[in-house]
């Protein structure tokens, strides 16, 4: 088979000219290239020029999970064999990647190479911003480009309450559009498709967010099995229980993921950075560098916070984040665990001092 045919038959699902070129020492060695649709059970499903095949990543099965084949890999297989084995993959462009709920806090690669982060919040159920900054925070992290997409849209009936609904949303993802859809009726579809027709998007969120009716309208097609959330917390089943990649008709490629109960942060201090970029931005214009925004004098953020420009809530959810990230960085960093016993030992002294102190003022 050509290189013309190869890449004709690959493209929609994403490959282009710096694909081939990085897959051209394992084209000297016979192998296939292909993009990973499915994973499960040590095996994948590969989207070739031959079609899709089903291939072993037991090659590919180091002891750092990051390091595992996912889906969205671009992958180096063989062109023949039962099994038929995954021997490598291209090094990642991006990685959407979460902690796992175990004691080690390993980290879990959910999706490669995505260029747009869908999270989708349902709106039959009561916003909660806080959890949309934690996914934001790991979609900044990526290297992809979060986009909020508020499903159910249907629900709200009045104008006037989904702008504000819209409006509270892009209060906590500074520089993410945020899309109100609703699939059953066929609103904002054609913005969302627009956006991620150019590359390959990941959609993220809770079960029962709306993620596998949101799928099969962008595809046209019932993909992924539905079932009805729950009224009560407009939490599903778990339907979709794989990570699926599909082409999209109008290009663009989708990636779809179970509903996911824990959004652990995995060394995000970046994507929390730009989440609330606000917030630090402020923080440069504080008095002392160390500032912990409670009660210096000169502190900027503290300053927002009783002008009414920064809401408290959004102080608050920044340091949980920030605490949470830096709790999964030491467990892997010594130095960095080193310097945190540190700084904590420097506040316990500095407030033994100030209660000595106010003792002293009060005899």
């Known amino acids: ?60 099965t180091p002891h750092d999970p990051l390091r595992v084949v996912c889906t969205g890999d671009w992958v180096a297989v063989e062109p023949a064999g039962n099994p038929r084995y995954v021997r490598t993959y291209l090094p990642r462009r991006t ?111 809770q079960s029962g967010a709306g993620k596998s009716t949101l799928a099969n309208a962008l595809v046209g097609e019932d993909v992924m099995d539905v079932q009805a959330a729950r009224d009560v917390d407009g939490k599903g089943r778990h339907t979709t229980t794989t990570r699926n990649l599909l082409a999209l008709p109008g290009g663009g490629v989708l990636i779809d993921t179970p509903g996911l109960r824990g959004v652990g942060l995995w060394d995000a201090g970046g994507g ?4 609330f970029s606000e917030i630090e931005e402020l923080a440069e214009e504080c008095r002392f560098h160390d500032c912990a925004h409670e009660s210096e004098p000169g502190c900027a953020v503290a300053a927002a916070i009783a002008s ?18 830096q709790r999964i960085v030491a467990k892997t960093d010594a130095r960095l665990r080193s310097e945190i016993r540190r700084e904590w030992k420097r506040r316990g002294a500095e407030g033994k001092a100030a209660m000595e102190a106010k003792r002293g003022r009060l005899r």
């Open 1 to 60: 088979m050509t290189s013309t045919s190869v890449f004709s038959a690959l493209a929609p699902y994403g490959w282009d000219d710096a694909w081939a070129d990085a897959f051209t020492p394992h084209a000297a060695e016979g192998l296939l290239p292909g993009r990973v649709v499915r994973v499960d059970r040590g095996q994948c499903d590969v989207v070739t020029a031959d079609g899709i095949l089903r291939a072993d990543t037991a090659f590919v």
């Open 95 to 205: 990685a959407f990647v979460r902690s796992t709920s175990s004691k080690r806090s390993e980290g879990q690669i959910l999706a490669a190479n995505v260029d747009h982060a869908i999270v989708a919040v349902s709106l039959a159920v009561d916003l909660d911003l806080a959890r949309i900054e934690r996914f934001l925070a790991l979609a900044w992290e990526s290297g992809a480009q979060p986009v909020v997409v508020l499903t159910k849209a249907d629900l709200v009936t009045d104008p006037a309450t989904l702008s504000y609904l819209v409006q509270d949303v892009e209060t906590a993802a500074p520089g993410v559009p945020v899309l109100p859809v609703s699939a059953a009726q066929g609103d904002g579809l054609d913005v969302l498709a627009a956006v991620v027709s150019g590359g390959t998007a990941v959609l993220l969120g």
């Open 272 to 275: 929390v950075g730009q989440v």
């Open 308 to 325: 009414g420009d920064l809401p408290e809530r959004r102080l608050e959810s920044y340091r949980k984040l920030m605490r949470e990230n």
